[in-house]
């Protein structure tokens, strides 16, 4: 029972590093406007500017939470051992939920919305099938 536990717990950890990291990546390779950052910073315009940040930085958001949630699915797959499958869906609940979080605090189009929330389930489903059983 600990075991299972600490796989889902290092499952959201690393999904949520993972995520960190990838949309890194992704303001590395789709830098915001100077000007469109300094609204951002700014909490009174952040609404407003929220809702100008261009699709394709949307999308690298999304891209980074499919991927957080297959290293979720994984690691918590590699932890637990047994029952690995289900115990990484819970760790890709606990990332849903964050994600979920997200979209509620900042303004965000219906496509992202179904879209990133449809991914994390199946990515890390994917992501404790890639691990192989012991």
């Given at each position: 029972?600990?075991?299972n536990?600490?796989?889902v717990i290092a ?5 949520g590093i ?6 890194w990546?992704g303001?590395?390779?789709f ?8 609204q ?8 407003e ?7 394709i930085?949307?999308?690298?958001v999304?891209?980074?939470w499919?991927?957080?949630a ?15 499958t289900g115990l ?14 997200n979209?509620?605090m ?6 992202m ?6 991914v994390?389930m ?6 404790a099938?890639l691990?192989?059983?012991?």
């Amino acid at each position: 029972m600990l075991r299972n536990i600490l796989a889902v717990i290092a499952g959201i950890v690393a999904g949520g590093i993972g995520v960190g990291v990838f949309e890194w990546l992704g303001h590395m390779a789709f830098p915001l406007q100077p000007a469109l950052m300094a609204q951002l910073s700014d909490p009174e315009t952040f609404r407003e500017a929220a809702a100008q940040v261009p699709d394709i930085n949307r999308l690298a958001v999304v891209a980074a939470w499919a991927l957080g949630a297959l290293v979720a699915g994984a690691v918590t797959a590699f932890v637990a051992r047994r029952r690995h499958t289900g115990l990484a869906l819970i760790a890709g609940g606990g990332l849903l939920f964050a994600g979920l979080s997200n979209l509620i605090m900042i303004p965000s189009p219906l496509w992202m919305w179904a879209l990133g929330l449809a991914v994390f389930m199946p990515m890390a489903w994917l992501g404790a099938r890639l691990v192989p059983h012991r």
